[in-house]
């Protein structure tokens, strides 16, 4: 028996609810399923790409540490 990724899980979970419920709201689980399928490209490059600096590790990880404003991308009128 093959064992799913975790992003394949979390389809697996969206599918269900909609089953029950095609009104569902999914929100949690397409940012969950979105979180997945970042963390498996991540993984791909670093398992794949020479080792990097602590420095471009620190930028990286800003990058990942920054969280949108409720209001981001709005134009301000």
Do not use: C, W
């Amino acid at each position: 028996m093959s064992e799913f990724s975790p992003a394949q899980h979390v389809r697996q979970r969206i599918a269900g609810r909609r089953r029950q419920n095609p009104n569902a709201d999914v929100t949690d689980l397409q940012r969950e399923l979105n979180a997945a399928k970042a963390e498996a490209y991540l993984r791909s490059i670093i398992d794949t790409a020479p080792g990097i600096t602590d420095a471009e590790a620190e930028k990286l990880a800003a990058l990942l540490r920054v969280r949108p404003t409720s209001d981001a991308g709005v134009a301000a009128g």
